[in-house]
């Protein structure tokens, strides 16, 4: 009768029938890219049913990052063009997102102050992209009594300001991210009363750019 052999030694002799027959254990995953990993802080939505019937001014976006494969892929190929697409999508969000506030565009901000030369500053020019920094809880003059201005004349108490915008390319041709920073300014006590970094993926800039708008605006249903 031949021998059996010890269990123990099974690892040993199948470990050795791999090598024989050329096959290669299998290699530990590696780190994710940084440009993978979504940011530290978890998106903060902003719920508008709280501001039900009341009106918010948008300022627009100044600050947009894009390579420049991608931009002229889309395009987008100059820098004004990408904020004001930029700004169409954002403002086309809000009104579907949250029909119950008012929402005052670029575009309606950028009449007023051509109505108010010497009163309403250039939307455009008022240094809002310094509230990307995101420890920021004031905003800092003279961006604060601009935005109290502009926001007097075209009536509510709070403005919505996009701070800045990144596209980065994921990894292996996975898609884009897109990293959007906004605030809302109370702009009577001069207080960053929100703010989120909120990001999304998708195959092109349009569709990342919806992705963050889904988790930053959430539709309440309920």
């Known amino acids: 009768m031949p021998t059996p052999v010890p269990t123990r030694t099974w690892p040993v002799l199948l470990l050795l029938a791999t090598v024989a027959c050329g096959g290669k254990a299998a290699a530990p995953a590696g780190p994710t890219p940084a440009s993978a990993r979504p940011p530290k802080d978890p998106v903060v939505p902003l719920l508008t049913s709280g501001f039900a019937g009341q009106t918010i001014a948008v300022a627009p976006l100044t600050l947009i990052l894009m390579p420049d494969s991608i931009a002229q892929a889309e395009h987008l190929a100059d820098r004004v063009t990408q904020l004001r697409w930029a700004d169409s999508l954002l403002g086309l969000a809000l009104e579907g997102r949250g029909p119950e506030v008012t929402w005052v565009l670029p575009p309606e901000l ?18 809002q992209a310094i509230l990307r920094v995101p420890n920021m809880k004031d905003v800092p003059d003279p961006l604060r ?17 996009p701070a800045a915008l990144a596209f980065t390319q994921l990894p292996d041709g996975a ?28 195959p092109t800039p349009t569709r990342a750019l919806g992705a963050t708008f889904a988790t930053v605006f959430p539709t309440e249903l309920q």
């Open 110 to 127: 950028r009449k007023t102050a051509r109505r108010a030369p010497g009163i309403a500053p250039d939307p455009d020019r008022m240094g």
């Open 145 to 161: 009594s601009q935005l109290r201005s502009l926001v007097a004349l075209n009536g509510g108490r709070f403005a919505l300001v």
């Open 175 to 202: 898609g884009l991210r897109a990293e959007f920073s906004l605030a809302l300014a109370d702009t009577r006590t001069g207080k960053v009363v929100w703010r989120t970094l909120a990001w999304g993926d998708g």
